[in-house]
């Protein structure tokens, strides 16, 4: 009997899928387009953000997943059969299909069945349920079999989580419920106020990993198109980084002041353990200019992020699945 297997990050943003002896085979945003009055899916991942800004009210384009939370099951469904159907185009009756899928640590028993679900709908074996927080640091090639505790901050499009890790286990940890996604949303809201100029959230996206930088001093910049809510004609307006830094600040002394209650959770022998090793910061906003230097100055441990730190979490997930099988 053939036997496949998958590693799966379902996000809020993106949906990974990696197959074991063959790769990352699927990076694509987990998002759907239907048409008004229809149930089927009308696009999904890279084709349906494409559509986005660009279509009349008789297509929505929606994510049937809100911090890290299934909000339409049989969407999800939906949207995942077409995608695992792309790194497992046809199987015989000898296939065999098991699948690690990778899970925030601030999910509830439910809303991981409600994951498991999705996937089983499919055909699937068996699901083995991972936390991003462990194999995120097995993606960075951090050593997590050591009795040594070290930070795992990872930073997605809806959740963040933190956890500090020791001996392949999560030895405190916790949830919040934004990302990088309310990053962009803030972004679109600071320009449309200050600048009364209406942009799109892809917009916003496309600002906040071009042209955001958390230094001070940074003369980046970028010229971004939208419509003048005063005249509601289209206008295009240079945006700096100084401004859109602004927009976000908050969200990441929110997430400096989650470490501080990370910390202040641990024992005395687990917090002297950080001190030295630090924090591994994975997820797609970890790729922003400045982001390891300011938290470094603002919690007084070094950080580290790894080359891909947004694929850190489904390959370390196949890592962890070779080291223990």
């Known amino acids: 009997m053939a036997k496949i297997h998958l590693i ?20 694509e945003p987990t998002l759907v387009a239907t048409k008004y009055g ?8 890279g084709d349906a953000k494409k559509l986005i800004g660009k279509t009349n009210e008789a297509i929505t384009v929606i994510s049937p997943i ?26 015989t009756v000898f296939d065999s299909i098991d699948v690690t899928l990778c899970v925030s640590n601030g999910l509830s028993d439910s809303q991981i069945e409600d ?15 991972v936390y991003s927080s462990v194999v995120s640091l097995v993606g960075a090639d951090i050593n997590i079999n050591k009795p040594s505790a070290v930070i795992s901050l990872n930073i ?27 990053m962009d949303e803030a972004i679109r809201q600071y320009i449309l106020n200050t600048k009364r100029l209406e942009i799109s959230v892809l ?18 910049n970028m010229e971004v198109s939208g419509i003048d809510i005063d005249t509601k004609k289209p206008r295009s307006e240079i945006i700096l980084s100084a401004d859109i830094r602004v927009a976000v600040l908050h969200f990441f002394d929110n997430i400096c002041a989650g470490i501080e ?31 390891e230097n300011y ?29 223990n099988n």
Request: hydrophobic share 40%; with cysteine.
């Open 66 to 91: 809100q911090n890290g939370v299934i909000t339409n099951k049989q969407m999800a469904q939906e949207m995942f059969a077409i995608f695992y159907k792309k790194v497992v185009p046809s199987k």
């Open 115 to 129: 994951l498991k679900e999705v996937i089983y709908a499919c055909g699937i074996g068996n699901i083995n349920i």
């Open 156 to 182: 997605g499009g809806g959740t963040t989580d933190f956890a500090v890790v020791s001996l392949n286990e999560i030895v405190t940890g916790f949830s919040i419920n934004f990302g990088g996604q309310d």
């Open 38 to 45: 229809k149930t089927e899916l009308f696009a999904v991942g």
């Open 261 to 291: 209650h990370l910390v202040n959770l641990c024992s005395p022998e687990i917090a002297s353990d950080i001190a030295p090793n630090g924090i591994v910061i994975t997820g797609g906003v970890a790729n922003l200019v400045g982001v």
């Open 203 to 220: 917009s916003a996206e496309k600002l906040k990993n071009e042209c955001l930088s958390l230094y001070e001093n940074d003369t980046s």
């Open 295 to 323: 938290i470094t100055k603002k919690v007084a441990l070094p950080c580290f992020i790894p080359e891909d730190p947004a694929i850190a979490t489904v390959v370390g997930g196949a890592k962890y699945f070779l080291n």
């Open 8 to 27: 799966v990050e379902l996000g809020s943003s993106n949906t990974y899928i990696y197959r074991i002896g063959s790769g990352l085979l699927l990076a």
